[in-house]
């Protein structure tokens, strides 16, 4: 059965690598739809994006955004059909030190079960 469902309800990002879903273990996969990233801040920000296996940092292979700017006050809306295994992890972080908190992220998807 797929479930349609907002897989990140919102992460305010850091400077740091977090990691805001994890795909289940009770699900087979899980599909990311439509992302959204917003710069709340007045001068420009960036973001990076990942999907891994494991919640080490991610590689450059893993990588799928690197370093994507937000323009001051700036949405971004990315449509996606990445599929991700279970126990699978989305990574998400901001670039800039002092960007922490500034830059939020959504994620809609489905969960196939």
Do not use: H
Not at 13 to 22: D, K
Not at 36 to 46: A, E, L, M, Q, S
Not at 62 to 77: G, I, R
Not at 103 to 110: A, D, I, N
């Amino acid at each position: 059965m797929i479930t349609p469902r907002r897989l990140i309800v919102g992460s305010a990002l850091t400077t740091s690598w977090v990691y805001p879903y994890q795909v289940p273990t009770t699900v087979l996969s899980a599909t990311a739809k439509q992302l959204i990233v917003c710069n709340t801040d007045t001068t420009v920000r960036t973001f990076y994006y990942a999907v891994t296996a494991t919640n080490g940092a991610p590689t450059v292979a893993q990588t799928m955004f690197n370093a994507v700017s937000l323009q001051a006050n700036e949405s971004k809306v990315f449509g996606l059909t990445d599929v991700m295994p279970s126990g699978y992890f989305i990574q998400v972080k901001a670039g800039e030190a002092g960007g922490g908190n500034l830059v939020s992220l959504t994620m809609s998807g489905m969960e196939n079960t």
